[in-house]
């Protein structure tokens, strides 16, 4: 997701490489056997603080939507991120979010609803029942991962806040705390990073809100404590540490979009056949197979056609991309 704009100086010249660098790091090391010995040893550039403490989320209900593709090791989904309010490298958001506070938390409720205000992290989770959701991520960047996510459906959550008929898009917002997110001291994005979906995709039963990931509670590289994740969009709509969601009547501004609008639209559904300006999305590497594993295809939707391709109908997806 690199952004052309002059300032933006923390930006890798290119995330591609960038990533074919860390699979050759990674893929060296672990050959040697060295994953371990690293995280032992350390060095300077390389080395994490205390682990977070998290807590089990104790009995999941499992989901006809998670895909029976095996998920990434926990390795592989907590240490390789991209969460640029903590850098812009992959292993940075592993490395520097170590004093990020997630609780307490609360989330602000706004706009086009008949409930709206300060709400905590708990007012809004424990009216639900938790669920496992086994999805695959499509970064833009033409690489995914399979994640065991825990999360609510979003739609249960928002239509507790009564939306108004002029709800016809909902934006979500991040946290702006840069005493605990070195990334947002550099002008790297116009923070807080802003995301948004219409109304019905919002809806769909496929969207979640994650507060888990294998069983327990976010880390806060994965966007501690409460997370988007909408499994047939590129992953940077899957906005991180939420803390405002505000129902709007006109399309939200979103982080992405603002930085280079014709890179990164305001749909950025997965779609093989319609290629980022810089490099194709027709196929995408799993990350964790190595260096040598083959690509694979990059499916329609992520392969939630069945589920989403009606969301659409009607709109051109090369234009609406
Ligand atoms: N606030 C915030 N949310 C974010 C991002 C970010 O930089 N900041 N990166 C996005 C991108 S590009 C991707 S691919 C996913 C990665 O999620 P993961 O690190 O949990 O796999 O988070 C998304 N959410
Ligand atoms: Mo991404």
């Keep these: 997701m690199l952004i052309r704009k002059p300032k933006a100086s923390d930006a890798k010249p290119s995330e591609i490489a960038s990533e074919t660098f860390y699979q050759n790091r990674r893929g060296f090391m672990r050959s040697m056997g060295f994953i371990g010995a690293t995280a032992l040893l350390g060095n300077s550039a390389c080395a994490k603080e ?108 928002l239509k507790r806040f009564n939306p108004t008929s002029n709800a016809k898009y909902v934006s979500f917002e991040t946290i702006e705390r840069p005493s605990e997110m070195q990334g947002q001291l550099r002008p790297v994005l116009d923070w807080p990073y802003r995301e948004g979906l219409t109304i019905a995709e919002a809806m769909n039963p496929l969207a979640i809100l994650a507060v888990g990931v ?37 399309q939200p501004e979103t982080s992405w979009n603002d930085a280079a609008a014709s890179e990164y639209g305001f749909y950025a559904n997965v779609n093989p056949e319609v290629n980022h300006p810089r490099w194709s999305q027709a196929r995408e590497r799993l990350i964790g197979g190595g260096l040598l594993a083959p690509k694979q295809d990059t499916l329609m939707f992520n392969g939630y056609g069945e589920e989403v391709a009606e969301l659409y109908a009607g709109l051109d997806l090369r234009k609406n991309f």
């Design 214 to 250: 294998y069983g327990k509670e976010l880390p806060n590289q994965n966007g501690a404590p409460l997370r988007l994740v909408v499994p047939w969009k590129y992953g940077f709509k899957s906005i991180k540490s939420i803390n405002r969601i505000t129902f709007t009547e006109r």
């Design 50 to 157: 205390t682990p977070q403490q998290l807590r089990s989320l104790g009995e999941l209900k499992k989901s006809p939507f998670s895909t029976d593709a095996a998920p990434n090791s926990y390795e592989d989904v907590t240490q390789y991120n991209n969460f640029y309010e903590f850098g812009t490298g992959k292993e940075d958001p592993y490395m520097n979010s170590g004093s990020f506070k997630p609780m307490p938390w609360s989330v602000r409720v706004d706009g086009e609803a008949g409930i709206t205000g300060d709400f905590t992290f708990e007012d809004i989770i424990k009216p639900h029942a938790l669920e496992e959701r086994i999805y695959r991520l499509r970064c833009v960047e033409a690489w995914s991962m399979v994640i065991p996510w825990v999360g609510i459906p979003l739609g249960d959550i």
